[in-house]
């Protein structure tokens, strides 16, 4: 068998390696701030505003205009669709807003899973056929990072190598357009929390699905400096009746990664996977501090645990926006010290600070 490749050309390395960099950049982290019509829709029931194009709108005007000071916690930003081509009510892009702060702004491309023919009720994630175009067009719109997000489950029998396969290669396809496009590639491989397993479990599925992930990535020439992971912790199923502190999260989520992912790797940002805003921070902080050596930046991209106080605290009044950026720029400094393993438990209060987030069987 022959094989013949090449390395994409310098100035394309050069461009990506310097945005994930950017994104990386110590003690910062990244906004998932990319719900769907449907997932935003469920946020804003909880606090009582309905699902319309203008109370999505007004939401991320919110988050995106919240003070400049949280672009010192903040490197980017993910938006869904609609955000990209929205503006602040005064007309403002809101791709400029956040570029004005620092924030990078990103867009998710998936769009959303479908299930796996005969499988346990597994599932892979579409949306590669008009990815080329997509992602030029994006560019051309000012984002310079996207992401994808596939979904694992742990049961008996799952994830199966066919569901492990499928998503290694669907993230690589993904991964290598978005190069290709000039635009860094945040690859979300997300093993579920729902079940009774415990933590070993967990973590040995990451590694295996972690290892196949990136056995695809190199197998579709992903120039891996210019490519951010972004994973689950690894921690016991919701229902496991086995309770994990910090400290072993942190252990076995550093193994997990240790294990399986290339030092070349411009960084990992962690998903919040339903944990409550405090169990987030609590635990990125012990992952920092976990002894042995991680060669990459380690931080967050939460969607879930940077929102839930703001959304609480907005409520969908006007008079409450202030609280409600406040509640983003100190829960977002949080993570910035979590970050660099410099926070204290409890050092940070907010308003759902320690409600769980999780939602059982959510379809995504
Ligand atoms: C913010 O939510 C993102 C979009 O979700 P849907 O496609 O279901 O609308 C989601 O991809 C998110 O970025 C990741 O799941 C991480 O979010 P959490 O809440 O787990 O930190």
């Not at 719900?35 to 935003?40: A, G, Q, R």
């Not at 993910?78 to 956040?98: C, K, N, R, W």
């Not at 933590?199 to 290892?211: D, H, I, N, P, T």
């Not at 960084?267 to 990459?296: M, Y």
Request: one cysteine or more; aromatic letters at 6%; hydrophobic letters at 40%.
């Amino acid at each position: 068998m022959t094989t013949y490749f090449h390395y994409p050309p310098q100035p394309l390395q050069d461009e990506l390696k310097k945005i994930a960099d950017s994104l990386m950049a110590p003690g910062k982290g990244i906004l998932a701030a990319d719900e769907s019509v449907s997932t935003m829709g469920k946020r804003l029931a909880d606090v009582g505003v309905e699902n319309s194009d203008e109370n999505r709108r007004r939401y991320r005007e919110l988050l995106f205009t919240t003070n400049s000071t949280v672009g010192n916690s903040l490197s980017g930003a993910i938006m869904f669709h609609e955000s990209v081509y929205q503006a602040t009510a005064d007309g403002v892009p809101f791709t400029q807003v956040l570029a004005s702060k620092g924030i990078i702004p990103g867009i998710k491309v998936d769009s959303g899973t479908v299930p796996l023919f005969c499988s346990e009720d597994e599932v892979t994630t579409q949306g590669l056929d008009d990815l080329a175009q997509r992602c030029a067009r994006y560019k051309r719109d000012g984002c310079h990072f996207a992401k994808w997000r596939c979904v694992l489950k742990v049961k008996r029998n799952t994830p199966s190598p066919l569901a492990i396969a499928e998503n290694a290669n669907v993230l690589a396809r993904y991964a290598s357009v978005c190069q290709a496009s000039r635009i860094v590639p945040i690859v979300e491989p997300e093993i579920l929390t729902d079940g009774g397993h415990d933590l070993s479990r967990c973590q040995k599925v990451s590694e295996a699905v972690l290892a196949a992930v990136v056995k695809a990535l190199h197998d579709h020439h992903v120039y891996w400096e210019g490519c951010i992971f972004k994973v689950n912790m690894v921690t016991p199923g919701q229902a496991s009746p086995m309770k994990a502190t910090p400290d072993q999260v942190a252990m076995a989520t550093a193994t997990a990664l240790r294990r399986t992912l290339p030092p070349a790797l411009a960084g990992v940002a962690f998903l919040s996977g339903g944990q409550s805003e405090e169990d987030a921070t609590v635990h990125l902080n012990a992952i920092n501090k976990c002894p042995g050596r991680s060669p990459w930046p380690l931080t967050f991209s939460y969607g879930r645990a940077l929102q839930a106080s703001v959304l609480r605290a907005w409520g969908g009044r006007d008079e409450n926006k202030m609280q409600a950026q406040m509640e983003l720029i100190t829960r977002a400094a949080a993570n910035s010290q979590a970050a660099r393993g410099l926070y204290t438990p409890g050092a940070v209060a907010g308003g759902a600070a320690g409600q769980g987030l999780y939602v059982a069987n959510h379809q995504y």
